[in-house]
């Protein structure tokens, strides 16, 4: 019985590309005209559009911000650029250039992607930048996603994308305010996945940059269904440890 039920558990694992080799994690960026026709066919996407968190609270700096698309904090740093202590963009913050900051307006050349008539994003602050623990809640499997990120590499910095400690893409000396779109496609369903968007003062690497700040918004992850088949072979292999039992019970 225990061997069956080993193999069972084994296929089961198997079929959700659990426990195999790690799939290829891809990077493609695109321009933001390109949204609808990237995300078209996404079903069920999970968003993160930061209204409601921006309402809920107003303009403010955030240590560790949890979202529907899981946690964003700052990479470190202290930012010292007019992000921080510019007076007219920080009129109701009490602004220490150390957290990510949730905003609303235009600062810098950053503003509101999505929706259309929202106000609220997600700003790097002037810090090195962020780092975001993608997850959905109840640990959901995943297997893509997408973000706009707003007013990189204008000041500077090389800005490099790491997913889960890979560098997977670069983006240097592009025009103030320049949004562009990133989706990353995981190969197969993860249940977490460990983004950072950081500043550095060379293309290899270097030092960590601070006063390039950027923005994020327009998130959507895309949530892999379980099959309706593994959900009869997860009771088969519950079946089979019950039966196990009792026969050890009996013995
Ligand atoms: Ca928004
Ligand atoms: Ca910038």
């Known amino acids: 019985m225990r061997g069956m039920k080993t193999i069972a558990g084994a296929v089961a694992f198997a079929l959700l590309g659990f426990g195999a080799q790690a799939a290829t994690v891809s990077v493609d960026v695109h321009d933001l005209s390109e949204y609808a026709s990237l995300t078209a066919g996404w079903k069920n996407a999970i968003s993160e559009d930061f209204e409601t968190l921006g309402a809920a609270g107003g303009r403010r700096e955030v240590g560790v911000l949890d979202t529907a698309v899981g946690s964003f904090t700052t990479l470190g740093g202290k930012g010292t650029g ?37 106000k609220w994003f997600l700003d790097s602050n002037d810090t090195f930048g962020m780092v975001w623990n993608v997850a959905l809640a109840g640990g959901h499997a995943f297997n893509k996603l997408i973000f706009a990120l707003t007013d990189a590499s204008d000041e500077g910095a090389y800005l490099r994308v790491t997913v889960d400690g890979v560098v997977q893409e670069i983006l240097s000396k592009l025009k103030n305010g320049t949004t562009k779109l990133f989706v990353i496609d995981f190969g197969g369903p993860v249940h977490s996945a460990k983004i950072e968007l950081g500043n550095y003062t060379k293309s290899t690497g270097g030092k960590q940059k601070t006063n390039d700040g950027f923005s994020v918004d327009a998130i959507q992850v895309a949530p892999v269904p379980l099959p309706a088949g593994l959900v009869l072979l997860g009771s088969a292999v519950a079946g089979f440890g019950v039966i196990g039992r009792r026969r050890a019970r009996m013995a």
């Open 82 to 118: 007019g992000t921080v202590t510019d007076k007219k963009n920080n009129t109701t913050v009490k602004n220490t250039g150390t957290k990510l900051a949730l905003r609303d307006g235009t600062v810098y050349g950053r503003t509101n992607i999505a929706p259309a008539g929202g």
